[in-house]
């Protein structure tokens, strides 16, 4: 017996042949098969009976070959199987180490991420602080060139010329942009002047 599909271009088993010759069957083989158009030909004809047992009897032959084909063959479909079964377990072995590389790189990802999330916040945070303090610097000068201004005001006409340079830093310090706001450097400045 011939092994129809073993080589690629084998000869079909003698049952195969068969009915690749038969004219009754000939007509599921064509690439252009339709079922309605099979099925109404065949009630406009009136031989439903007579082609059912062909069918049937094609069917038959169909199961005998097929299970001809899986006597000869069963090692090879047993090591298929088999082969199929061990890829199984090498892909799910694949996606339990995807799952514990995924779960390694979040664990990474929190350890990196969040830390620097922190240092951008703080690093913003300094910055803040420092502008702050910044200030804070320049009002103490200015509170501080306030009140020996106001000291050599009252010491008369002998500290007339340290009371103007203390006038003149007082107001480049009270110039900036950002004093223009708080109350009490303003309050004091115009004190003085």
Not at 98 to 112: E, N, Y
Not at 144 to 162: A, H, N, P, W
């Amino acid at each position: 017996m011939e092994e129809a599909g073993a080589g690629g271009g084998a000869a079909p088993a003698p049952a195969l042949a068969e009915l690749l010759a038969d004219e009754c069957y000939a007509d599921f083989f064509r690439e252009d098969f339709d079922v309605k158009a099979y099925t109404s030909q065949s009630i406009h004809q009136a031989v439903i009976a007579e082609q059912l047992a062909k069918l049937a009897q094609g069917i038959s032959q169909l199961d005998k070959e097929l299970h001809l084909q899986v006597v000869a063959r069963h090692e090879d479909l047993l090591a298929q199987a088999t082969g199929i079964e061990s890829l199984e377990g090498v892909l799910q072995m694949m996606q339990t180490r995807i799952g514990a590389l995924q779960s390694t790189v979040d664990r990474i990802r929190v350890k990196i991420v969040d830390p620097y999330n922190k240092i951008v916040s703080r690093t913003a945070q300094l910055a803040k602080l420092q502008a702050a303090c910044d200030l804070l610097r320049r009002i103490i000068r200015i509170l501080y060139l306030s009140k020996r201004l106001q000291g050599q005001l009252q010491g008369g006409s002998r500290e007339i010329t340290k009371a103007a340079q203390s006038l003149n830093e007082l107001g480049k310090k009270a110039s900036y942009p950002f004093l223009s706001g708080p109350a009490v450097c303003r309050k004091d400045v115009n004190l003085l002047l």
